[in-house]
Nanobody, 122 residues
Framework: QVQLVESGGGFVQAGGSLRLSCAAS????????MGWYRQAPGKQRELVAT???????NYADSVKGRFTISRDNAKNTVYLQMNSLKPEDTAVYYC????????????????WGQGTQVIVSS
């Protein structure tokens, strides 16, 4: 079984910073792409940023220049450094990972964390 556990959410004033972490644990062969998504009340879940195992990154236009995604492959952990936060960044942030299981090495399966709340006040 594979688990993704997020931490680091909270309440911050506009212009402030937060750092999210997501650690993967369990029985897996390999973790491929990892990423962060968010869902605001009444809205669909949207991509924030992704990172490949080689370190290539991709960002939503709304967070470019403010957020930085990184990962520590040795720790199976992905991070999201969020700077210059805006009230519109308020959402539940979800970690996502493409996991290759030991008994299914021909495919990558998506796993999600439980989500961590980020609230940015104006």
């Amino acid at each position: 079984q594979v688990q993704l556990v997020e931490s680091g959410g909270g309440f911050v004033q506009a212009g402030g910073s937060l750092r999210l972490s997501c650690a993967a644990s369990g029985n897996f062969f390999r973790i491929d792409d990892m990423g962060w998504y968010r869902q605001a009340p009444g809205k669909q879940r949207e991509l924030v940023a992704t990172i490949t195992s080689a370190g290539s990154t991709n960002y939503a236009d709304s967070v470019k220049g403010r957020f930085t995604i990184s990962r520590d492959n040795a720790k199976n952990t992905v991070y999201l450094q969020m700077n210059s936060l805006k009230p519109e960044d308020t959402a539940v942030y979800y970690c996502n990972a493409g996991v290759v299981l030991p008994t299914y090495r021909w495919r990558t399966s998506p796993y999600w964390g439980q989500g961590t709340q980020v609230i940015v006040s104006s």
